[in-house]
């Protein structure tokens, strides 16, 4: 099984999660990326103050299910 999430910008074109996740404000974000991890990619996210703020996104497609391990 794996896990797909997919960011797309104003324009569509597409976005990687974790610049994504730096542009939450109020949220300390460190991105960690490996070819021998599984997941490839470890990301922490951390709030350091109470006025966060999300960027928008728009829902594509949901596939309801549990992660890998759960």
């Known amino acids: 099984m794996s896990l797909l999430t997919e960011i797309l910008d104003a324009a569509g ?5 974790c610049p994504w996740l730096k542009k939450i404000s ?3 974000v460190s991105c960690a990326s490996k070819t021998e991890w599984s997941p490839t ?3 922490q996210v ?3 103050c109470s006025a966060v703020s999300v960027p928008r996104v ?3 497609k949901f596939e309801a299910g549990n992660p890998p391990g759960f």
Not at 13 to 17: A, D, H, L, Y
């Open 13 to 17: 074109n597409g976005v990687k999660v």
């Open 26 to 28: 109020c949220a300390q």
């Open 41 to 43: 990619e470890l990301i």
């Open 46 to 48: 951390r709030k350091v």
């Open 58 to 60: 728009k829902l594509i």
